[in-house]
């Protein structure tokens, strides 16, 4: 894949649950290297279902797949793509369900078939990395929600993904953990897509926004523009 | 739901090995389930007694836990005593009690309390979490461990779930009665628990998926023996021996 080439090339991607109107309606959508995509939108336009086609979980009912190069259409086809693509689930309570953060965050590379030594190795330098030091014997479920989230996106980042998709990341979540983790993604040298119904944290996050309305896709400038009206936010 | 209240101390028993404590729980268990004398009950309620005294529980929880068996055995007295044949021991009007039914009714109760004791003091110490990979280590089927697990993982969200629409109900003046909407409402928030459960667990199959999940999970908990250990699982093994000795010499 040389560099011209985008990361995900969605083509003419058409999606609808059963006995409801379409959802997205011939879709086209680029990421490519050193994106940082913001998608606005308001609830059931799409978001979530357009990153979960992104990732195999949906079949779209017509419209190309074509991720890292390699056009995707059966659902095998996308299982190594879930190393090159991390997903940060919107409820961070379906993302950990090991018994403790080591665990889950050492699930993923695990799979990845490192041996148990280096898994741990890499699960421990994640947390390390993400402020989560002695984290490791801690049983999930008693973690706090802002904890459960940096822990869910330990999980993803321990796999080593070249892009992430992030759904809704910040929801629930207080100003400070809110900040660290705006401080984390800033930091990451990595390219996103991110659903965010807060502006403020969209425009610190993000180089390009697009609003999802009635299937389809439209550039919005309006994100930065707010930005600038705010002197505290800065990149 | 599950507190794990005795879960967490720095006592003596705190501190054995899970899997030895697994071990010795299941092996107590069975010689208790299984002795037929007296002397032997007695023995092990002793044993019991010490192993809680190590654990240095809390004893009024430990009697609440021990109360919900004891309603069971309530039970058991009023019927057994009367309702078995044998020797009378006591007349009351036309009421028999026997000997026997007595003697059995005894037996069941010290038993179920023995053995309740022992897994309070050996299991109740460590968290599920802990119980689970010790039961992965002692090559309990890797299905059932993780069935386990995630139970645990789960029962809390699931629990939270519940509570959202049991405020919900409340807030809109829900009062529980003997009546028809009362039935109904209780088998709507049933239904709705079984569904947001069932679309829970598609979403973590589908977080899973994007992890990479090929149908394994692994287990990263080390444990190690230390001569603290040996020295108490020679002791568990020789008061076992005792009950045998005993219940064979009588």
Known sequence: MNNNQPIINLEKITFGYPGQKLVLDNLDLKLYKGDRIGLLGSNGSGKTTLLHIIMGLLKPLSGKIEIFG????????????????????????????????????????????????????????????????????????KLSGGEKKLVSLATVLAMGPETLLLDEPSSGLDDGTKQKLANILNDLNISYILISHEKDFMADLTNKVYVIDKGKLSVCDKIHAHLHTHPHISH | ?????????????????????????????????????????????????????????????VIKRLGVIWGFLFLLWLVLPLTIEGEPLYRLGRLTFTRPGVFLSLQITLK?????????????????????????????????????????????????????????????????????????????????????????????????????????????HEFSISWKDWVWSAFMLLCILLFLYTEWSL
Request: hydrophobic share 50%; charged share 20%.
């Open chain 1, 70 to 141: 390699d056009t995707l259409t059966k659902k095998k086809d996308f299982i190594n793509i879930y190393q090159k693509i991390g997903f940060l689930f919107q409820d961070a309570d379906d993302q950990l369900f090991c018994p403790t953060v080591l665990e889950d965050v050492a699930f993923g590379p695990l799979n990845l078939n490192k041996k148990k030594d280096e898994a741990i190795m890499i699960a421990r330098r994640t947390l390390d990395y993400l402020g989560l030091s002695g984290f490791e014997n801690r049983i999930t479920h």
């Open chain 2, 1 to 61: 739901m599950i507190n794990e209240t005795f879960a967490s101390g720095n006592s003596i028993m705190h501190g054995i090995d899970p899997r030895l404590r697994l071990i010795f729980a299941a092996i107590f268990s069975f010689t208790v389930a299984l002795a037929t004398q007296l002397p032997v009950l007695n023995q092990a309620l002793l044993l019991s007694l010490i192993l809680v005294a190590a654990a240095r529980l809390n004893l009024w929880d």
């Open chain 2, 112 to 220: 179920a309390n023995i053995i309740l004791l022992g897994f309070i003091a050996m299991a109740a110490t460590m968290d599920l979490a802990t119980m689970g990979n010790s039961l992965a280590r002692l090559k309990v089927p890797e299905k059932m461990v993780h069935l386990l697990l995630l139970t645990y993982r789960y029962i809390f969200v699931i629990e939270y779930e519940y509570q959202r629409i049991i405020r919900a109900a409340k807030i809109r003046s829900f009062r529980p009665g003997t009546n028809m909407h009362t039935y109904k409402t209780y088998a709507y928030i049933v239904g709705m628990l079984f569904v947001r459960a069932s679309e829970r667990a598609a979403r973590v199959h589908q977080a899973m998926k994007c992890r990479g999940f090929k149908g394994k999970f692994y287990s990263l």
